[in-house]
């Protein structure tokens, strides 16, 4: 199938590892520009030069901390000096600490919050005019089971998280009959760099082993594994393409069938 993505221009923040970054080489691999962001410099120089190795899409970094009131900004300008425009925007945002609600520090959820939605919705802002002229785009948020099925050990993610599910729906319904698409991709157990933080962090509560945590929690998918980057970044591939313009103020699971609810 083609994705119909070559010649496509895409933003991919927090895309200097984990399912950002997994992105970014799939949406070049089908011959999209992509403009990696994130805060370790040195990474996204890297990875962005590995990808122009392979000669398919180009791609680009940036340097921002979504902690930055002017991040939304910082992400714009390198758009507009790298590549133009945006056709496709990837609105992936790092996660708060582990923890129960109750442990929670309150006093530093305003900054979680601006960090992992009023960021999302600010650099939307600032690319949609583009998307708008032309005619075409896509606005694929990443978000996490907990918005679904929330997770006892990430409850300020399940907090937080959650309103990015409102603003995609609302969105995407003021959007539709213009050719734009903003959808939500909820990944399950992803074996990730920040999923083993969270494995080690596991075992450390439960007094197991790393290897221990993994297996318990493997055991919980029905799929009996957790997924891969590459898999996760296909579907998102397949979201923001030509033959998906149909699908639309949706969250797409992809998950080994690890949330339980129909």
């Known amino acids: ?37 994130g805060r370790s ?35 714009a300008r390198a758009v ?5 425009a945006a056709d496709i925007l990837v609105a ?39 998307m708008r002229k032309a ?10 089971s907990g918005v679904i099925q929330p997770i006892p050990t990430l409850a300020v993610s399940n907090t937080i998280r959650s309103a990015l599910v409102g603003w995609s729906k609302s969105l995407s319904n ?5 050719g734009i698409t903003v959808n939500m991709l909820i990944p399950g157990r992803i074996h990730t760099e920040r999923v083993d933080e969270l494995d080690e962090a596991a075992a450390k509560r439960g007094g197991i082993t790393l290897d221990e945590a993994r297996a318990a929690s493997a055991k919980t998918i029905p ?8 898999e996760f970044a296909k579907t998102a591939a397949f979201l923001v393409s030509e033959p998906a313009s149909y699908i639309t103020g949706s969250l797409i699971r992809c998950d080994g069938g690890s949330i339980r609810s129909v």
Request: charged fraction near 25%.
């Open 174 to 178: 003021d959007l539709a009959a213009e």
């Open 92 to 130: 992936n945002t790092g996660g708060p600490p582990p923890g129960k609600m109750v442990e929670a520090d309150l006093t530093k959820l305003t900054a979680q919050f601006n960090q992992m939605v009023l960021r999302v919705a600010e650099t939307t802002d600032r690319l949609l005019p583009a």
């Open 41 to 75: 410099e040195d990474r996204l120089a890297a990875e962005a030069a590995a990808i122009n190795a392979k000669g398919q899409g180009r791609a680009h970094w940036v340097g921002c901390d979504l902690a930055s009131d002017d991040a939304a900004d910082t992400l």
């Open 223 to 230: 799929a009996g594994r957790y997924g891969t980057v590459e």
């Open 80 to 84: 507009a000096d790298t590549m133009g």
């Open 135 to 144: 005619g075409w785009g896509r606005v694929l948020a990443i978000g996490s």
């Open 1 to 37: 199938m083609d994705l119909g993505l070559k010649g496509k221009r895409a933003l991919v923040m927090s895309s200097s590892r984990g399912l950002g970054l997994g992105i970014a080489r799939v949406l070049a691999e089908e011959g999209a520009d992509v403009l990696l962001s």
